[in-house]
T-cell receptor
Framework: AQSVTQLGSHVSVSEGALVLLRCNYS??????LFWYVQYPNQGLQLLLK??????LVKGINGFEAEFKKSETSFHLTKPSAHMSDAAEYFC???????????FGTGTKLQVIP | EAGVVQSPRYKIIEKKQPVAFWCNPI?????LYWYLQNLGQGPELLIR????????DSQLPKDRFSAERLKGVDSTLKIQPAELGDSAVYLC??????????FGEGSRLTVL
């Protein structure tokens, strides 16, 4: 069975500071991993995905994530936070070969001016 | 390219009333998902379709929820009768074989 754990339901950073949102997964087979962003009253939008190619994945809006198999982690980072990054972020896992996608409980990012 | 379209965006009903949500996925996406999202939570899968076949409906409360995907395109999710605890956002998503999901804006249900 696959699952995702997001550490920290709320994260606050200052504008211009590093953003680090944590995600750990469990999967019995090599996983596909995703980060999605959700703005208020909107659906989820794909930020980036890992599909067993490069372990460092670059996404939209300056975000990137690194797949670390030894740590079963897929943390999301951005070097410099912008006010527009304030949103809720969800990590998700899909076991290879299956279409079922499981989401974490989300991390709400607050950016302080 | 048009995205996933859902309607209605908002619905307020009294308990025990029926309600239906509609979803039009992205053209060419064979997989369609309905997720439930409670406030402050991540999406939870209700049902997944491959074309017109429901391949995973283990989390769908079948005593009051039903879904269909006629002709493998549009889909409808119905609740009858609605309960107070059904207040949530119902998200529809579709996806290609590469695994990423494309979400609609959701249908927010309030049951009074």
């Amino acid at each position: 069975a696959q699952s995702v754990t997001q550490l920290g339901s709320h994260v606050s950073v200052s504008e211009g500071a590093l953003v680090l949102l944590r995600c750990n997964y469990s999967s019995s087979v090599p996983p596909y991993l995703f980060w999605y962003v959700q703005y208020p009253n909107q659906g989820l939008q794909l930020l980036l995905k890992y599909t067993s190619a490069a372990t460092l994945v670059k996404g939209i809006n300056g975000f990137e994530a690194e797949f670390k198999k030894s740590e079963t982690s897929f943390h999301l980072t951005k070097p410099s936070a912008h006010m527009s990054d304030a949103a809720e972020y969800f990590c998700a896992v899909r076991e290879g070969g299956y279409q079922k996608v499981t989401f974490g409980t989300g991390t709400k990012l607050q950016v302080i001016p | 390219e048009a995205g996933v379209v859902q309607s209605p965006r908002y619905k307020i009903i009294e308990k025990k009333q029926p309600v239906a949500f509609w979803c039009n996925p992205i053209s060419g996406h064979n997989t369609l998902y309905w997720y439930l999202q409670n406030l402050g939570q991540g999406p939870e899968l209700l049902i997944r379709y491959e074309n017109e076949e429901a391949v995973d409906d283990s989390q769908l409360p079948k005593d009051r929820f039903s879904a269909e995907r006629l002709k493998g395109v549009d889909s409808t999710l119905k609740i009858q009768p609605a309960e107070l605890g059904d207040s949530a956002v119902y998200l529809c998503a579709s996806g290609p074989d590469t695994g990423e999901l494309f979400f609609g804006e959701g249908s927010r249900l309030t049951v009074l």
